[in-house]
């Protein structure tokens, strides 16, 4: 076991970890040494996947507000969002995108020049700053570039992180297991920065990366700190079949119409008002009535779909916004969208739920900070709107960077305990060493399989009780699992096998949460409960670890100008 120290270890390399990174180095003008950790290359984080577009009021004399913003996120949000979060958003969304334009980054442009803007579901303003379809891409890009001026910041990639150690309450440091080499490593710091990414790959059928297993959050959630609402999972409308793989919102945003087996726009039946564009839990409900009502084209895999038509917008159109979801249509569907339409279904998207924390993203546990997609504080509330989680990994990126790298600096560096790296280092080597029977790959498949059919766009009791009871099962076999790998360089097997066990804590937190909300709000929408139940429900979700399962409590939700109301569109 090698052991090093910095003064800040950030654990997650995407847009919210890159720009925490900035965040610190500067706020610490070149002091503090600070580590980026990423269990891939730097510019292969999810991130890089973001289409459509970030969120940000730009244009008031045309028309939009910050209030707007606000009130668009809050009803989004199906009323489950905490409000002072969503006013902080709003309020630093603008500087971020200037940010983002100082330091290079080549937004799409109106012919005056001007930073262009798109609609998106649910926000009443076109307020989607763009750069094309490829907008995650080019924001870590110019985010990476910057970050090249910052000698102070050490790169760990391709680093597994394997353990996070805590103590009365206090952060103590990171365990990894370097790839290329197969060498442990222990990471000691005075403060963390947890920008490890979502769980999108609980499920098959989803936009994620093979890489989005929810690590970061089973990791705080063993080390004692609490997961909130972890029962919303968004479902994108718009999910490429058989693939999963995402057709941006950007695609109905620019013009698209969504269209059943008999060429209807079957959403007149839906959100009159609204169409293609209302919020996602909304459309995502409505493609699956159609598709239950037998007016879908019907799939031999299941995987029945209903059509995105963007003929009507024109190759020209196409071709200078949509080039990538072409692309994608084309290699992955073979399908010209400017021909045919596109063949798609909803499809697992995003975690709204995430580590527990305060305005700031500071988490319970002392030293320990969340932001991105792994935190929850809760902007996104039952369901995020479209472009507000690149913006959310910018602003609360710098509000974590900022106030850990303030942290690290007045504060010293808390002891390792010993114990903790060698228990660590003896559970990867009986791992490495199982004679167990079961296969990863199998329990995995099982796993996303059991996601797919029981805590899905709909949701029962029973399907949940029996996910339940069947994530149990999993858990249990993966007790006994076998490496076919026993080697330490790059062994994949190894890595498999401890993400599967990250999966399975975070699932039954997932199914734990849904099952015991009684009620439908947002992407949570349980047919045995199908109104929302805001004498009884609306809190949010706390799950703590016991060791027979999470425990569940609740919080208060921060109501600071707008009480619910009947959400129509
Ligand atoms: C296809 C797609 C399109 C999207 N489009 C948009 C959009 O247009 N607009 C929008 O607002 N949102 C969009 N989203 C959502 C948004 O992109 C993500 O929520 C956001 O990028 C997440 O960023 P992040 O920094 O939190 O995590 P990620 O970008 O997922 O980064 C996670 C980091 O953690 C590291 N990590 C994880 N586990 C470990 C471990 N065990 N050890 C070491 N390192 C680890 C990874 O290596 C990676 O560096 C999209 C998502 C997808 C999938």
Redesign the pocket.
């Known amino acids: 076991m090698d052991t090093v120290t910095h003064d800040l270890v950030i ?9 925490a990174a900035l965040a610190a180095a500067s706020a610490s003008r070149g002091k503090l040494d600070i580590a980026l ?4 290359q ?1 510019m ?12 940000a009021v730009l244009r008031p004399e045309e028309g939009d507000s910050l209030e707007l913003h606000a009130w668009d996120t809050v009803k989004g949000s199906d009323f489950l969002a905490d409000q002072d979060a969503v006013e902080l958003f709003v309020r630093t969304m603008p500087e971020e995108i200037l940010h983002l334009e100082h330091w290079g980054l080549p937004w799409s442009r109106r012919p005056d020049g001007r930073i262009a803007q798109r609609p ?1 579901g649910g926000h009443s303003f076109p307020r ?1 700053v ?1 750069a094309a ?1 490829k ?2 891409f080019f924001e ?1 890009q110019t985010l990476y570039d910057t970050l090249q001026r910052h000698a102070e910041v050490t790169r ?1 990639d391709e ?4 353990a996070l150690v805590a103590a009365d309450n206090v952060y103590r440091g990171l365990i ?1 297991i370097d790839m290329k080499s197969g060498r442990m490593l222990a990471l000691r710091s005075q403060a963390l920065i947890i ?4 769980a ?1 790959r609980l499920y098959n059928f ?4 093979q ?6 959050l089973a ?1 705080a959630f063993r080390a004692g700190a609490p997961l909130k609402d972890m029962e919303f999972v968004q479902f ?1 409308p718009t999910g490429l079949v058989p693939s999963g ?2 057709i ?3 695609a109905r945003g620019d013009g698209g119409y969504l269209i059943n087996k008999d060429g209807e726009r079957f959403l007149e039946r839906y959100a009159p008002q609204r169409m293609e564009l209302a919020p996602r839990d909304i459309i995502s409900r409505s493609m699956m009535t159609e598709i239950e009502a037998g007016r879908a084209y019907p799939r031999p895999d299941g995987l029945d779909h209903l059509l995105l038509d963007l003929r009507h917008l024109g190759a020209a159109k196409i071709n200078e916004r949509l080039p990538f979801i072409r692309e994608l249509a084309i290699k992955f569907g073979g399908i010209d969208p400017i021909e045919q339409p596109i063949p798609v279904r909803p499809v697992a ?3 709204m739920g995430g580590i527990h924390t305060d305005l700031r993203g500071a988490t319970p546990v002392r030293g320990i900070w969340a ?5 929850c504080v809760s902007i996104h509330g039952a369901n ?1 709107l ?8 910018l602003a609360w ?1 710098r509000f974590a960077g900022e106030d850990a790298a303030r942290f690290a600096a007045e504060n010293a560096l808390p002891p390792l305990p010993e114990g903790a790296v060698a228990d660590e280092e003896r559970r990867l080597h009986d791992l490495l060493r199982t004679e167990g029977t079961e296969s990863p790959y199998e329990i995995r498949a099982a796993l996303q399989e059991t996601m797919d059919r029981s805590v899905g766009v709909f949701r029962t009791g029973e399907g949940l009780t029996g996910a339940l009871a069947g994530i149990k099962e999993l858990a249990d076999r993966a007790r006994r699992l076998r490496l076919a790998d026993r080697g330490r360089v790059y062994n994949t097997d190894l ?1 498999t096998c ?2 599967l066990q ?1 999966m399975l804590e975070i699932a039954e937190v997932v199914v734990a949460g849904a099952l015991a909300r009684t009620e439908s709000r947002g992407a949570q929408a349980r047919r045995d409960f199908p109104n929302r139940d805001d004498q009884r429900w609306l809190i949010h979700t706390m799950a703590a670890r016991n060791l027979d399962g999470p425990r569940l409590g609740s919080l208060p939700v921060a109501i600071t100008r707008w009480e619910p109301v009947e959400r129509t569109y």
């Open positions: 654990f997650g390399a995407g847009l919210a970890g890159l720009r950790v990423s269990k891939v730097l292969r984080a999810h991130s890089v996947a973001a289409e459509g577009g970030t969120a998106f989607a763009y379809d907008t995650g870590m760990y680093c597994f992180v394997t990894a920008a490890s990414g979502g999108g989803t936009t994620y990366s890489t989005v297993t929810g690590d970061g990791l994108h793989i995402l941006s919102e950007a998207h995003y975690s932001a991105g997609e792994a935190a995020r479209g472009t507000n989680s690149t913006a959310e990994c990126g890595i401890l993400e990250n």
